[in-house]
T-cell receptor, first 112, second 110 residues
Framework: DTGVSQDPRHKITKRGQNVTFRCDPI?????LYWYRQTLGQGPEFLTY????????KSRLLSDRFSAERPKGSFSTLEIQRTEQGDSAMYLCASSLGPGGYTFGSGTRLTVV | SQQGEEDPQALSIQEGENATMNCSYK?????LQWYRQNSGRGLVHLILIRSNEREKHSGRLRVTLDTSKKSSSLLITASRAADTASYFCAAGGGADGLTFGKGTHLIIQP
């Protein structure tokens, strides 16, 4: 296991299209997090899973966003009807308990 | 909203010098973490200090925590060109996982 993997690395989509990102956490980590980061800013929390249960959702996560973690393994983040304001780096992280996070390299989304 | 606030926003020093970055946060924490991010990449966990600890060392890194002032500092000694990156503090213990600041962009000049 080489860490947290995110796919794709880059995604360019037209406004109004749906996109889905995937995150594969470190296998023994029970916690998985999604963050969004825009240029010059720190990561902003989107949502958090403990095993397969989605425990917290940020107010940033509008009803166009949905995240799943079936079977407590990989996770997907879907954005429906994308808007230009959705353009950002989407970061996934995992942890074993409340310690330090291991981040993936992120998926950079550009909405044109 | 972001709880952690780093200071300064940008720092440029000569290779070999020490770099100090500060972080302030707003609410109670269980721990305070520091991360490094190279341009366009994910974040790398550097060090975690628990709320009942005052100082922690890891290699060339030294972190202090003052819970009465709700502040932390990260010291990088004997800086190297490879230390050029953005550094973020993150407050742990809230319901929303870690809350990150906006970061300090550190440039090490050769």
């Amino acid at each position: 296991d080489t860490g947290v993997s995110q796919d794709p690395r880059h995604k360019i989509t037209k406004r109004g299209q749906n996109v889905t990102f995937r995150c594969d956490p470190i296998s023994e980590h029970n916690r998985l997090y999604w963050y969004r980061q825009t240029l010059g800013q720190g990561p902003e929390f989107l949502t958090y899973f403990q095993n397969e249960a989605q425990l917290e959702k940020s107010r940033l996560l509008s009803d166009r966003f949905s995240a799943e973690r079936p079977k407590g393994s990989f996770s997907t983040l879907e954005i429906q009807r994308t808007e230009q304001g959705d353009s950002a780096m989407y970061l996934c992280a995992s942890s074993l308990g409340p310690g330090g996070y291991t981040f993936g390299s992120g998926t950079r989304l550009t909405v044109v | 909203s972001q709880q952690g606030e780093e200071d300064p926003q940008a720092l440029s020093i000569q290779e070999g010098e020490n770099a100090t970055m500060n972080c302030s946060y707003k609410t109670s924490i269980n721990n305070l973490q520091w991360y490094r991010q190279n341009s366009g990449r994910g974040l790398v966990h550097l060090i975690l200090i628990r709320s009942n600890e005052r100082e922690k060392h890891s290699g060339r890194l030294r972190v202090t925590l003052d819970t009465s002032k709700k502040s932390s500092s990260l010291l990088i000694t004997a800086s190297r060109a490879a230390d050029t990156a953005s550094y973020f503090c993150a407050a742990g213990g809230g319901a929303d996982g870690l809350t990150f600041g906006k970061g300090t962009h550190l440039i090490i000049q050769p």
